[in-house]
Each structure stands twice: as structure tokens, then as C-alpha cells.
């Protein structure tokens, strides 16, 4: 969507807000031995108190409130029986709607005890999210963002996830402009517009280039075992420093 008031910009800000609270509330209460699907309770309920519906299940008939990917899963997963072990890379993406209004975050993180490996590329991958923002504004080139995932990811030794990809949102899920790349493509002509809502999300990987959709229709899976982190945050494009909206 393109914001048209201010109207637009508090309601955005309100369920990305919430949004950013959920997973805030999700990774407070994670613990050893618990369920994705337990996990995922904590994330609707606490989206259903605030008057929220979760995105992908309104939107997709999602089997989840949120989607929950451990280990050499990359997004997309389904919550159930698997039981949270010490030393998982959890991603937890939560996306809802309020009063009409969509917002989508991510974040990934570590169950501790755990590897520094693991740490760094879950760190590594939110530092290069904070880049892309903090470089963006009115008349930028929609390929920039892709420029600097790939540049970073190769700075870091990293590889990138090349078919998930950001998006356009605010009245939906998923928006114009779409296939926001997250690599570099020259003949990619659309430029940023004040107002635009979009969401910034790259993923990292350890090994894999790729994510496999698995037998469930849903989950996306690293083919090679490898691992991979991802951040997001929904932002509001301006003529100075984009609005990230999904923020508590």
C-alpha cells in the first residue's frame, strides 16, 4: 500500500507494534522441552488479546498463528509436536492484521546453551536488515536492497536464501511491489516511493543458496542441512529515514 494519512501510518504502527510484542512474548517464554505447537499457543493468544488475527491463517488457511522454523528449517514451519532442544536456531515470523491493517516481522535467534556460529549468523543476518533500512528512502532503487543483502552476506560468509524474497504490504499480506530480490538485478527499474510499506527480510545461510519446499506443502527446508537466520521488520518508505512500524 502507499500511506494516504496519518490515519494510515498509526494503524500500521499499532498492529506492528503488537506484532513486535508477540515475538517479543514468544521468545520470553521459549523453553527446553516445550512444543512448537505450545509456542505457537503463547504467540495466539497473546495476538487474539490484543484484538489481532494472525495473517498467514486468515489469509492462506496457514496450520499455525505463526510460523515456527528450527534448525535446517528456513521459514515457513508448522507448529506441532517437535520439542525445543538447547542449542536450536528457532525463526519465529509473525505477521497480523487490525482494523484493516497488515504488518510482518521475523527474528531469529539461539536456545542457549549454544554455538557462537550460530549466534553470529542470527547477529550478523539482523545487522544486514538495519543496513538495508537505514539506506533506503523516497527515489532509491528497489535493487538496492539486493545489492547490499548479496554484498553483505559475501562480506560475512555468508550465502543468500535467492528465493524468498521481501515484499509489498499493508492492506494485504502480500502487496505490490512484489519479488523484492534479494540480490542484485540490473534490470530491475522500480524506484522507492514516500509512503510505500514494505518489508525488509533477508536470509542468511551457512551453505545453502536455496530453500526446498517440503512434503507439508508448507515448509521451506536448507537442502544441504545447512542453517540459516532471518530477520524482518515492515517499514514505511519517506523522504528521509524509512518508519519501521514493527517495533514495541
Not at 500511506?3 to 508477540?22: F, P, V
Not at 496450520?63 to 525463526?91: F, K, V, Y
Not at 530480490?181 to 518489508?199: A, C, Q, S, W
Request: hydrophobic letters at 35%.
Amino acid at each position: 500500500m502507499t500511506i494516504g494519512s496519518q490515519k494510515d501510518i498509526e494503524g500500521l504502527k499499532e498492529i506492528g507494534r503488537i506484532i513486535a510484542l508477540t515475538i517479543s512474548e514468544m521468545k520470553q517464554q521459549v523453553s527446553v522441552g516445550m512444543t512448537t505447537q505450545e509456542l505457537d499457543d503463547i504467540g495466539g493468544r497473546f495476538l487474539k488479546q490484543h484484538g489481532a488475527v494472525p495473517a498467514p491463517k486468515s489469509t492462506y488457511n496457514f496450520p499455525g498463528n505463526t510460523c515456527i522454523s528450527i534448525n535446517h528449517e528456513i521459514a515457513h514451519g508448522i507448529p506441532g509436536g517437535r520439542r525445543i532442544q538447547a542449542g536450536d536456531l528457532i525463526n519465529i515470523d509473525v505477521s497480523a492484521e487490525l482494523g484493516g491493517y497488515f504488518a510482518d516481522s521475523g527474528h531469529s535467534f539461539v536456545i542457549p546453551p549454544y554455538s557462537t556460529a550460530l549466534a553470529r549468523l542470527c547477529d550478523y543476518t539482523h545487522d544486514v536488515m538495519m543496513k538495508v533500512i537505514s539506506s533506503l528512502k523516497h527515489g532509491v532503487k528497489l535493487n538496492e536492497i539486493g545489492r547490499i543483502i548479496e554484498a553483505e552476506a559475501e562480506r560475512g560468509g555468508y550465502h543468500v536464501i535467492k528465493n524468498l524474497c521481501s515484499h509489498g504490504i499493508g492492506r494485504a499480506l502480500h502487496e505490490t511491489p512484489t519479488e523484492i530480490l534479494p540480490f542484485y538485478n540490473k534490470h530491475d527499474k522500480r524506484k522507492l516511493k514516500e509512503g510505500m510499506v514494505i518489508t525488509i527480510e533477508p536470509f542468511l545461510s551457512t551453505g545453502a543458496g536455496y530453500a526446498v519446499e517440503q512434503r507439508d506443502g508448507w515448509t521451506l527446508r536448507a537442502p544441504d542441512n545447512s542453517y540459516a537466520a532471518q530477520h524482518e521488520h515492515t517499514i514505511i518508505i519517506t523522504k528521509e529515514q524509512p518508519i519501521i512500524v514493527t517495533v514495541a
